[in-house]
Each structure stands twice: as C-alpha cells, then as structure tokens.
C-alpha cells in the first residue's frame, strides 16, 4: 500500500512562481529517487526534476535555473519549487517516487493523482 499525493497547482502569471508539494505514504521500506513528471495537452509526459535517497538531482533542461527540487526521505515529501515561470510550463504535474514495499523483492513506481499548474496572464 503506497499513495502519493501532489498539491500546491494554481494559476499563476508570466514571471511569477509556485511551489508543488508531494507526500508519500504507506508501507514503504525505501525510497529509491522522487521526482515530478508534467504533461501538457498534445505532448509527452516528460521528466522535469528527480532527486535520489543519495542527494542527486537532476533536471529537464528547460527548467533548469529555474526550478529546484528538494526532499526529506525520512518524511517521504518531496517539493518543486518553481520560478520566472513560463506559459510553456503550463501542465499537470505528476510526483513520482521509485520505493521499495515491506515484502516484496522488486521496486515500484508509484504515481499522484496530478495538481494543474496554469501560467497565463
């Protein structure tokens, strides 16, 4: 048992900025890597930033400089904190966490339900 759960989407203007929360729950052992997928209408689901239970972090390269992710893996949370934020940054993001369940052998993705994020003037 795993749930995920994003908050923190809204409608926001060019420039401004948003931050995304995401908390994981369940019978979790480990936690391999969380991160946050977007899609947007007509495009494909893309990787915008992950951070391993190691500390790296790595970023699509259209947000870089402008986003950063955070985490607590004793918590199980994780954040975006997005800046100068662009209509093309308009999607439903998507939290995702890679962990490993009390008495199962092999690692699972687990998904949130997704929060719209909406920049527009």
Avoid at 50 to 57: E, H, I, R, Y
Wanted: glycine share 14%; proline share 3%.
């Amino acid at each position: 048992q795993v749930q995920v759960v994003e908050s923190g989407g809204g409608l926001v203007q060019p420039g401004g900025s948003l931050r995304l929360s995401c908390a994981a729950s369940g019978s979790i052992a480990s936690i391999d890597y969380m991160g946050w997928y977007r899609q947007a209408p007509g495009k494909q689901r893309e990787l915008v930033a992950v951070m391993t239970n190691g500390g790296s972090t790595n970023y699509a390269e259209s947000v870089k400089g402008r986003f950063t992710i955070s985490g607590d893996f004793v918590k199980k949370t994780v954040y975006l904190q997005m800046s100068s934020l662009k209509p093309e940054d308009t999607a439903v993001y998507y939290c995702n966490v890679r962990v490993f369940v009390y008495g199962r052998r092999l690692p699972g993705d687990y998904w949130g339900q997704g929060t719209q994020v909406t920049v527009s003037s």
